[in-house]
């Protein structure tokens, strides 16, 4: 075992659980976290949830769930090469999906829209809400009781929160909740949580040109038309003079994430040589984050994006699903927000004698923890019992 660096999240001075709990004997709070996630019901809701195309359409297309099993192997793997902690990056990468709803992004759209009036949605602060509240596994406590830095990683997957009090999704949920148990949103979090957020790009980056080829969105001159992929691609064939464009990819995408991951390690090291923090509330008070791309990868990362933005999320073929995936949840939750009576009967005694936002978020959380599959089966149900 490494000795971890001076700059690590250690386990043994973790800030502790909202509710006191007698730690276990064989596994540390962070590889506990992990166990708990991994245990949860939303998480294995994930493999039934979109990435970006329609998960039953093709057997090998990436699942929330698989995706978020390529993040942390990502993830841990960085942090191995850091002297980090392991299970903390991989219990914030494994569970950084958790709260999206059915169809992707599109699905978050539409609750996003249908909330409009009682908080908005936004899928990172679904995930603190699942793992605190909604996931019901223990006598004692809502959620999973998950330790103060996984909570925090969680939250700031995408930076410090700034402004939150403007912000209707996180003035509904969050102000309440930090107003007992203090996540400190206005710093970064730990390195294990950057890198965390660094392996997310990493993994559906590369992932979705896999999957954006399978799904025949573009052919490899079109890819190479980014110059670093071309440069990649011309490394590839110079050295196998034999290979078919479906395995063309597949190397491409494994050096590519290597080529990644690599600029990662060398620009983190550059910052942490220049800050040279001395634990891991440095990392956490410095204003900007440590782990962190070059800037020329940045500039290609950039570049990534848009031709995945253009020729893949953005493709007309993908538009039927798209919007099939936001009347589906538009149509389930005016249904339900009228009639209760279409709710299954926890839902509904959950919904009695309550206030119409105190309804509207009950139900948006209903349809948030929807599979793909689930959600189209309940919109039927509703549409069926509208008709009759």
Not at 186 to 192: I, M, P
Request: proline residues 2%; contains cysteine.
């Amino acid at each position: 075992m490494y000795k971890k660096a001076k700059y690590a999240t250690d386990f043994n001075n973790s800030r502790g659980r909202f509710y006191s709990e007698s730690e276990s004997e064989h596994r540390n709070p962070f590889h506990r976290d992990k166990d708990r996630v991994i245990h949860s019901e939303h998480f294995r809701l994930l493999k039934h949830k979109t990435q970006v195309f329609i998960a039953h359409t093709e057997d090998y297309y990436r699942t929330r769930l698989t995706h978020s099993i390529e993040v942390s192997q990502i993830a841990r793997t960085i942090s191995r090469i850091l002297r980090l902690d392991e299970d903390l990056s991989e219990v914030l990468a494994l569970s950084h999906d958790l709260g999206h709803p059915p169809f992707s992004h599109s699905g978050e759209e539409a609750l996003d829209e249908c909330m409009r009036d009682f908080g908005g949605f936004d899928h990172n602060v679904q995930t603190l809400k699942i793992v605190t509240r909604l996931e019901k596994r223990y006598p004692d406590f809502g959620g999973l009781n998950l330790s103060w830095e996984t909570l925090e990683g969680i939250l700031k997957h995408n930076g410090p929160i700034k402004n939150y009090k403007n912000k209707s999704p996180i003035g509904f949920f969050i102000k309440d909740f930090i107003s007992n148990y203090d996540l400190e949103i206005s710093t970064f979090a730990s390195l294990e949580a950057q890198i965390s957020s660094l392996s997310d790009d990493i993994a559906y980056n590369n992932h979705d040109i896999d999957d954006g080829f399978r799904a025949k969105k573009f052919k490899i001159k079109d890819i190479c038309e980014i110059e670093l992929i071309d440069t990649i691609y011309q490394d590839i064939i110079e050295e196998y003079t034999s290979l078919d464009d479906f395995m063309i990819i597949q190397e491409l995408v494994r050096r590519l994430i290597g080529f990644m991951v690599n600029d990662l390690l060398v620009q983190t090291n550059k910052n942490l040589r220049i800050l040279k923090p001395q634990s891991v509330e440095d990392i956490r008070c410095h204003d900007y984050p440590i782990a962190a791309f070059s800037n020329k990868m940045k500039k290609q990362d950039k570049e990534l994006r848009k031709f995945l933005h253009e020729r893949v999320y953005s493709h007309s073929s993908m538009d039927s699903d798209r919007n099939n995936g936001r009347k589906i949840i538009k149509e389930l939750f005016d249904k339900l927000l009228i009639n209760n009576d279409l709710l299954p009967l926890k839902i509904k005694r959950d919904c009695d004698d309550q206030n119409l936002s105190k309804k509207a978020i009950i139900i948006c959380d209903f349809i948030a923890s929807m599979t793909d599959r689930s959600a189209t089966a309940n919109h039927a149900k509703v549409i069926e019992q509208k008709n009759l």
